[in-house]
């Protein structure tokens, strides 16, 4: 590979590395992003220029189909499904990762030496896993399936010795590389694997998934680099895997769960929740009583939720808390870090609405302050305010640290009516002398709210 193009490449390192930088902050995110997508065009332009390229209709036939797709769907998927895009760009990163691996394979046949086989085989083996793996997220995230950890008899163990056969495969190939029917057996077996792997976890444990998902679909593109000699692929790839590893991590920590129990866990538990019928009667109330108070409050603290993203109330919330800090109340806004279906959804709905970043306080800065809180308004959330995590030790989210809103003054709970919350248990809360539910949709309940304080 010519010099221009390694310094294109090195370019475009440098910018996506910058354009990570930016993102871990939310005032730099949109700075970071736009560093990042010119990386992502140096990236392609040098490529465009690599001398092993002999024709250039089936690239040009590539980039505008994918282009028409990434610019429809940009245009037509709406924020609250951008979860599940994000399940659908991993499958689809990973699938090119796969197909470089099949089609590199296929055009050199045994004749790989074991450096390259390795990378190769890893390739088409992580790739294989996350292409699946992450369409069994997407089905899920879209509810065309159940999103509850699906189990059967023997799952562990089952799952435990296809990995193990998949991975003796692997090995088996990096010192006989002439096994060619292997080598697709092998293939097969990751893109079943991933199904597998994704059909036992569910409720909370999902984001979880999301994360690991991504990780795998960089660390199998960095493979692509070492199999195809390309190095922004590596850098590309590696920054991609680590930074999903690290998110994982972080997704477990907020959720109080180790990543084996996350991975491993459905099995077998024993798992109740809180049943609603026990708990008693939920409480209404109209949004004139609960205007006053939010009026003359000290301080009002909105939690959102994925409710929020649905509803597409990021707006309407900012209004209202405009209104009430025009009237000398204090606004704040909690945010759990599994709210909603994305890490970092509420973060993102709340920026795009100018909120303040110095208006959010994460769970731990938050959850002291809800004693001296007159009002919290759960605006469509609802595992992340379960008190059955904290209280439960059988709950399915047990453990999951939680925003601690049943110890506010006053709770109001904005949701359309009694559905459950996306790990599909029962909430406590709900059920609490100090909760009002205020049915409707988030957003046009918000605006009532509003209404309802310029009138009180
Ligand atoms: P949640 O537990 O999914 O609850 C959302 C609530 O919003 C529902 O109970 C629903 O009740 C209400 N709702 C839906 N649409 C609404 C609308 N238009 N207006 C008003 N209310 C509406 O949400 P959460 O508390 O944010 O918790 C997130 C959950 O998703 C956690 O279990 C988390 O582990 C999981 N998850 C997170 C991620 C991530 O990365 N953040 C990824 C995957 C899964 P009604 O139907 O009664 O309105």
Redesign the pocket.
């Known amino acids: 590979m010519g010099l221009p193009i390694e310094l294109t490449y090195l370019a475009a390192s440098i910018l996506f590395i910058l354009g990570l930088k930016g993102l871990s902050h939310p005032e730099t995110a949109r700075r970071g992003m736009i560093f990042a997508e010119f990386g992502m065009f140096l990236a392609i332009v040098g490529t465009l220029f690599h001398r092993e390229i002999i024709s250039y209709e089936w690239i040009v036939a590539g980039l505008i189909i994918g282009s028409l797709i990434g610019g429809a769907i940009s245009i037509w998927v709406p924020m609250t499904a951008m979860?599940q895009r994000t399940a659908l760009s991993h499958s689809f990163g990973a699938l090119a990762a796969s197909l470089v691996g099949v089609s590199e394979f296929y055009v050199h046949g045994g004749e790989i030496a074991t450096f390259k086989m390795t990378a190769l085989s890893l390739e088409v083996l992580l790739g294989g896993i996350t292409v699946t793996g992450s369409l069994m997220?997407f089905i899920k995230?879209q509810d065309w399936i159940r999103?509850t950890p699906i189990t059967y008899r023997g799952q562990n163990i089952f799952n435990m010795s296809l990995l193990a056969i998949t991975v003796g495969m692997f090995a088996y190939l990096i010192f006989d590389p002439s096994a060619q029917s292997l080598f697709y057996v092998m293939a097969g077996l990751a893109f079943v694997f991933g199904v597998l792997l994704v059909l036992p976890i569910g409720?909370?444990?999902?984001?979880v998934?999301?994360?690991l998902m991504n990780s795998y679909a960089g660390l199998a593109a960095a493979a692509t680099g070492f199999a195809i000699s390309n190095n922004v692929l590596i850098i590309a790839g590696t920054l991609d895997g680590f930074s999903g590893f690290i998110l994982s991590i972080l997704?477990c920590r907020a959720?109080n769960r180790s990543i084996t129990n996350v991975l491993f866990g459905a099995f077998g538990s024993e798992v109740t929740s809180a049943d609603g019928a026990a708990l008693g009667l939920m409480r209404e109330v109209n949004a004139d009583d609960i205007a006053v108070q939010l009026a003359y409050a000290n301080q009002v603290v909105f939690v959102?939720?994925?409710?929020?993203?649905?509803?597409?109330?990021q707006h309407a919330v900012r209004e209202l808390a405009n209104m009430l800090e025009s009237r000398g109340v204090t606004v704040k806004y909690a945010i759990?870090?599994?709210?909603?279906?994305?890490?970092?959804?509420?973060n993102v709905l709340l920026a795009e609405a100018d909120v303040p970043y110095s208006s959010l306080y994460d769970l731990e800065q938050i959850n002291a302050e809800f004693p001296a809180t007159d009002v919290a308004v759960?605006?469509?959330?609802?595992?992340?305010?379960?008190p059955d995590a904290r209280d439960n030790p059988k709950s399915p989210?047990a453990g999951?640290p939680i925003l601690d809103v049943d110890r506010a003054h006053s709770v109001v709970v904005?949701?359309?009516?009694?559905?459950?919350?996306?790990?599909g248990i029962e909430?406590p809360l709900f059920f609490k002398p100090n909760c009002g539910m205020l049915?409707?949709?988030?957003?046009s309940?918000l605006i009532r709210l509003a209404g309802a304080v310029q009138h009180s």
């Open positions: 979860p997220a995230l999103g409720a909370a444990d999902m984001p998934v999301m994360s997704m959720m959102p939720g994925y409710g929020m993203a649905t509803a597409q109330a759990h870090p599994v709210a909603g279906r994305m890490p970092g959804h509420m759960v605006i469509g959330a609802n595992d992340v305010v379960n989210i999951m904005l949701k359309r009516g009694k559905g459950k919350g996306f790990a909430n049915y409707g949709d988030a957003k309940s």
